[in-house]
């Protein structure tokens, strides 16, 4: 319904990564996938997640007797350790795996490396498609007998930063996943509670907001998404206030809201 709501086209999804088995994290799956058959969907989806969510989504397909008209194929994450779950030409995704009480992984996506950028001001007519591949690799051009013609340098430009985005939730409070979230660009780290309920937060395996400033501190994030807050608190500044004490480039979740990453 959120993903109508914010006009996120459905057939752009090929991939789903669940993180745990509680109730707010993947009830609305089925509906996504039941709706993805209403509108006709023929391709792949690719859901990832704790291996007994086959069994659920094979029960509820199979007791209402429903037959999809596209292949879903269920990636089991079955690691106690962080695994590479998906890779494609521009990213790759990592699990995070995550203490909550049942098994539960955050994910970490990666943007590779980009090609360096031609020059279109110095780029000399007429080079050669190979030599252009070249270029983007950022090696030098040379002719046949290894001599050099251009440095690399005058031909391009300094390719595009690579982005990251790490998402942790649910967790308690946990710096093992500190080498793993290291310098992103992005953490959206869960934040159930404020510090007035730390005991509580570590009760239910969840974090409080200053805790997940303190994980974004020792990471070296560039920012940090506060989210999953408990229904308790009606005014969010004071969770917001206590996170920017430790770390001051934290915003709160909001949903639809889009965060744009700066160069
Ligand atoms: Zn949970
Ligand atoms: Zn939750």
């Known amino acids: 319904m959120q993903l109508r709501k914010f006009n996120v086209k459905l057939n752009k999804i090929d991939h789903v990564m669940i993180s745990h088995l509680h109730g707010?994290?993947?009830?609305?799956?089925?509906?996504m996938?039941?709706?993805?058959?209403?509108?006709?969907?023929?391709?792949?989806?690719?859901v990832y997640g704790p291996p007994d969510l086959s069994?659920?989504?094979?029960s509820i397909l199979r007791y209402s007797k429903s037959y999809l008209n596209f292949k879903l194929v269920f990636h089991p994450l079955e690691s106690d350790t962080p695994e590479l779950i998906f890779e494609n030409e521009i990213l790759?995704?990592?699990?995070i795996p995550l203490t909550h009480g049942i098994r539960c992984n955050g994910f970490i996506f990666r943007e590779k490396p980009k090609p360096r950028k031609i020059n279109k001001e110095t780029m000399p007519e007429g080079f050669s498609l190979q030599n252009i591949a070249r270029l983007k690799m950022g090696l030098d051009i040379v002719d046949g007998e290894g001599n050099l013609i251009y440095k690399n340098e005058e031909l391009t430009l300094p390719e595009k930063v690579s982005f990251s985005y790490a998402?942790?939730?649910?967790?308690?409070y946990n710096e093992n996943i500190i080498p793993l979230i290291r310098n992103v660009s992005l953490l959206y780290h869960e934040s159930t509670f404020g510090t007035d309920m730390e005991?509580?937060?570590?009760?239910?395996?969840?974090?409080?907001?200053?805790q997940?400033?303190?994980i974004a501190q020792k990471a070296n994030v560039s920012k940090l998404i506060l989210g999953h807050f408990s229904v308790?608190?009606?005014?969010?500044e004071p969770l917001l206030s206590e996170a920017k004490g430790i770390f001051h480039e934290t915003i709160l979740a909001r949903e639809g809201e889009s965060i744009i990453l700066e160069h």
Request: a positive charge; glycine letters at 4%.
């Open 24 to 31: 707010d994290h993947f009830f609305g799956l089925m509906g």
């Open 33 to 46: 996938i039941s709706t993805m058959h209403l509108f006709k969907r023929i391709k792949d989806l690719h």
């Open 55 to 58: 069994e659920i989504i094979v």
């Open 92 to 95: 790759t995704v990592h699990t």
């Open 167 to 172: 998402y942790c939730s649910d967790t308690t």
């Open 199 to 210: 005991q509580r937060a570590i009760e239910t395996y969840h974090s409080t907001a200053k």
């Open 212 to 214: 997940a400033a303190i």
């Open 232 to 236: 308790r608190y009606k005014d969010l």
